[in-house]
């Protein structure tokens, strides 16, 4: 489908070069310091005294892009690996609240030295190791999580057989006593290992929490390059989720971040009989996969090279180029018929000024299919934060007729690292 001739919302940005670009210095002091402090995406568990001396060292050796992944990925590992130790010796002493923030303060480390996406070796040993300090720590909070297995009972065309993911349900959660459920799909780089940081006031709610990547990222096993591989991984996992004797069947809700977005706002048309309500929240569906708007993306929010990060995601390695030709006519949720379908009650949000995937996206989404709900943050980029997350969760709470407080429940997600 041709689109010629579009103007984007954000136009007059397209082809300028955000600061942050410059080095890994810039990035740090521009865009990332700050959330490091705050112990906010991208650092959720994270501590800034664990950040700042592996910071020191890559600016010192000057990285910047194109980062060499491998030695960018290096430097974190020291002190993640102090971290592991630290919190071995914790829990073996029987201090579980100890062992359990420096299990997370290492996810953290192994986190950022895998972002954007695991695509060099270093990077995938990251992941790996990640994933062992999170299942630790998060195994041993007061609302533990377990990884759980789910068969792709519909894999094909190349899918992988099992999905993982991490699940808190809560202890009061019996056959006689069914208990919401909410699931979350991770974004672009942010994994189940981080998005998990949200299980904390579903469970205080008395929710349990699904928390799930998506194809191409992480470990789920749906094709990256099959634009219908979704579909078939959700399948299965709704027949896991059918057969879980704790969950209210008629109150699960999907909240999808960022490109997790993208999957959430398919799944609501793909699946609406399974869901009470979906929250599309940063996502994309149409003009993200524009080869003009992939031409500028990697210079301008993302911290990294967005283009080339979307292009892995989506089974094309580095041929950037064959994705720029191929992504919109294999991936748009418009060119499929998917938006004209008819949806559960839907939620889509994101910032005006977005520059990782374009407002006119979901402006798209209003013009198309069952009627939605739409609420665009002004003078705020992707995600529309921070308001949007007040509107997400007053939205979820009234939908599932929960008495939820936001401010308390937005209080559990800043990491406050106390050893």
Not at 64 to 71: A, I, L, Q, S, V
Request: contains cysteine; glycine residues 8%; charged residues 25%.
């Amino acid at each position: 489908m041709a689109n010629q001739g579009h103007t984007y919302h954000i136009q007059g940005q397209l082809g300028q070069i955000a600061a942050h670009h410059e080095s890994f210095k810039a990035l740090w002091e521009t865009k990332w310091k700050r959330p490091c402090e705050m112990g906010i995406y991208p650092f959720m568990f994270g501590a800034a005294v664990d950040f700042q001396p592996v910071v020191d060292t890559i600016i010192a050796k000057g990285l910047k892009r194109p980062y060499n992944w491998d030695e960018y990925a290096q430097c974190f590992f020291p002190k993640a690996e102090e971290l592991v130790a630290r919190a071995k010796t914790a829990e073996d002493e029987g201090h579980r609240e100890k062992a359990s923030e420096l299990y997370l303060r290492a996810s953290a480390l192994y986190r950022i030295a895998r972002f954007p996406a695991p695509r060099s070796e270093k990077q995938r040993y990251a992941w790996q190791k990640g994933k062992e300090a999170a299942i630790k720590g998060l195994g041993l909070q007061s609302h533990p999580m377990q990884e759980v297995r789910i068969p792709h009972t519909h894999a094909s065309n190349g899918d992988g057989q099992v999905l993982l993911g991490y699940y808190h349900l809560p202890a009061p959660a019996s056959s006689s006593h069914k208990v919401p459920l909410i699931i979350i799909f991770c974004g672009l780089d942010g994994y189940r290992t981080e998005l998990s940081v949200w299980k904390n006031g579903w469970a205080e709610l008395g929710c349990a929490t699904l928390v799930l990547e998506i194809p191409g990222t992480g470990d789920n096993p749906g094709a990256p390059s099959d634009p219908a591989s979704p579909d078939r991984v959700w399948s299965s996992m709704f027949d896991w989720v059918v057969r879980q004797d704790g969950i209210d069947q008629g109150r699960v809700v999907n909240w999808g971040f960022s490109t997790g977005g993208y999957y959430s706002l398919r799944m609501a048309h793909t699946h609406a009989d399974k869901l009470k309500g979906v929250v599309a929240h940063g996502g994309g569906a149409h003009h993200m996969f524009d080869p003009e708007w992939l031409d500028a993306v990697d210079d301008l929010e993302y911290p990294f090279d967005l283009a080339h990060t979307l292009c892995y995601k989506y089974g094309y390695g580095d041929d950037l180029e064959r994705f720029k030709r191929e992504a919109r006519d294999k991936f748009s949720l418009l060119n499929a018929g998917i938006l004209d379908k008819p949806c559960t009650r839907l939620l889509l949000i994101n910032g005006m000024e977005d520059e990782i995937f374009p407002i006119d996206d979901y402006e798209l989404c209003l013009l198309h299919g069952s009627p939605k709900e739409a609420r665009f943050v002004a003078d705020r980029k992707h995600m529309g934060e921070p308001e949007s997350m007040s509107i997400i969760l007053a939205w979820i709470f009234k939908l599932l007729d929960l008495p939820g407080d936001v401010g308390k429940f937005l209080s559990t997600i800043p990491s406050r690292p106390k050893y």
